[in-house]
């Protein structure tokens, strides 16, 4: 389902396309590259991880894209952005009861993060179709995914060490004091925790937690699934799967349950899609792939740290998680409309003091403690409504593309999905809704006129 949310003049009598740019590119126009932000954003994360400023290019990419969504004459939305826009708002008036100076700009900070990735869903679906776009767009998610396994396997060899970034030279001794400043811009290679006896570093690069680093993985998995399915036989598809099974070590050193279980579900999800579908080709390779990754963790010392991380009972871990949430749970019950703006630290005195802040233990608690049960309502009916729209997606590639926000829903309590992992989340939905387009023939131009035919149910 599409809706026009900007519009420019239009012949009488002609047919409305329902999705967007059909118009050819005048000749006038920059032949900057429409997914130059893209480059920006995914390729290039590394150089800014370095520079300690990975957490704010976000918000600042977004602008730009901004300014060329309202540039078009006509930009095109699905019927799910209405509950973006309903949650944007909503966040915005439960930050009108902050006081704080230091509460309003991290305030801030978590709402253009939200706004960015509402800005970067309508960039990518509203590229041109043409030029193997929805290709290259995957492609840009599949180099990120490599990036993420490369700071994997960064984070197990360099471990807890770190380094001070170029930016954080240039900021004020005040601001760089402030801890929640120093989460963002300074670069964490993992953590390094006591497990079975012998100290794990569980890889977080190019993010602060390890929890941002399972998260990701989680969702760029599916994507990688994507891009094997998407390309053909020869050398690229195997390298894609070398790095796959790779990706298997940081992931077991990670020691995240989550992930893997968000991992199982897309995977539960495309197979019982495939087998709908009949499909019992690609139902069959799944398979293939599936056993030898779960051989090469079985015969390898993998196995141990992998069935470690869901026999092992985390007692004081759990504990806290689940003190936590249910602080978040009667923070919101207090305050229901709007929370409490942001996150809270636990009152002195408390037996949990020190620990991590109420709301900051996954991405749902968040929402109800810092905005209330609109806000989170809204937040999940936007992924929810998504799902639903997108059912119908072209070829496998396209299927596990729709799994992302499934397997992102299935992290939502237990990680948070700033400031990285909302973005990647919403680049792959929106190609989940281009992938249930019918292609437009690759004439070489820059945009072409789309078919009259779709997939997916438009108003």
């Not at 180099?143 to 490369?150: C, G, K, L, R, S």
């Not at 539960?268 to 090469?296: D, H, K, M």
């Not at 792959?428 to 779709?454: M, Q």
Request: hydrophobic residues 50%; proline residues 7%; glycine residues 10%.
């Amino acid at each position: 389902m599409s809706a026009l949310i900007g519009s420019g003049q239009q012949t009488p009598g002609a047919a409305q396309d329902p999705r967007p740019d059909y118009h050819r590119q005048k000749a006038w126009a920059p032949r900057l590259s429409a997914t130059w932000p893209l480059t920006v954003l995914f390729v290039a994360f590394p150089i800014w991880w370095v520079a300690g400023v990975s957490a704010f290019i976000w918000p600042i990419v977004a602008v730009p894209m901004l300014v060329a969504l309202i540039w078009r004459q006509r930009t095109r939305a699905p019927v799910a952005i209405v509950f973006w826009l309903g949650f944007i708002s909503w966040v915005l008036m439960s930050g009108l009861q902050l006081q704080s100076a230091t509460k309003i700009a991290t305030f801030s900070y978590r709402l253009a993060l939200y706004a960015g990735a509402g800005v970067l869903f309508l960039y990518v679906y509203n590229l041109p179709r043409a030029g193997r776009m929805d290709a290259r767009v995957l492609r840009f998610l599949t180099y990120f995914w490599m990036i993420v396994v490369a700071g994997g396997y960064a984070g197990i060899v360099v471990g807890a060490h770190t380094f001070t970034p170029p930016f954080e030279l240039l900021l004020p001794h005040g601001l760089r004091s402030q801890p929640f400043v120093q989460e963002l811009v300074q670069p964490v290679f993992a953590s390094v925790q006591g497990f079975l006896g012998h100290p794990v570093p569980r890889p977080a690069a190019p993010f602060t937690y390890t929890n941002n680093w399972g998260g990701n993985i989680g969702v760029l998995t599916m994507v990688a699934l994507a891009a094997i399915a998407a390309a053909g036989p020869g050398r690229r598809r195997k390298l894609l799967l070398a790095v796959l099974a790779a990706s298997l070590v940081p992931m077991a050193f990670s020691l995240n349950r989550g992930m893997f279980l968000s991992i199982g579900v897309g995977i539960l999800y495309v197979t019982a899609r495939l087998v709908g579908r009949g499909r019992i080709g690609a139902f069959a390779a799944l398979l293939v792939v599936t056993a030898v990754l779960v051989l090469i963790v079985a015969l390898t010392p993998l196995g141990q740290l992998v069935t470690g991380s869901f026999t092992t009972t985390h007692g004081h871990s759990n504990q806290v998680r689940l003190s936590l949430y249910q602080q978040a749970i009667a923070g919101a019950n207090q305050s229901p409309l709007f929370g409490y703006g942001e996150p809270q630290e636990i009152a002195v005195g408390h037996a949990l003091v020190g620990t991590p802040a109420i709301g900051t233990q996954g991405q749902l608690w968040m929402l109800l403690y810092s905005n209330g049960y609109p806000a989170a309502t809204l937040f999940v009916s936007f992924f929810l409504t998504v799902l639903w729209q997108t059912r119908r997606p072209r070829g496998t590639a396209g299927l596990w593309l729709q799994a992302v926000p499934l397997v992102a829903l299935a992290q939502v309590a237990v990680y948070g999905w700033l400031p990285s992992e909302l973005q990647v989340i919403m680049v792959a939905t929106a190609l989940a809704y281009r992938r249930c387009w019918k292609p437009a023939s690759d004439t070489g131009t820059e945009v072409t006129r789309f078919s009259d035919a779709t997939n997916c149910p438009v108003q």
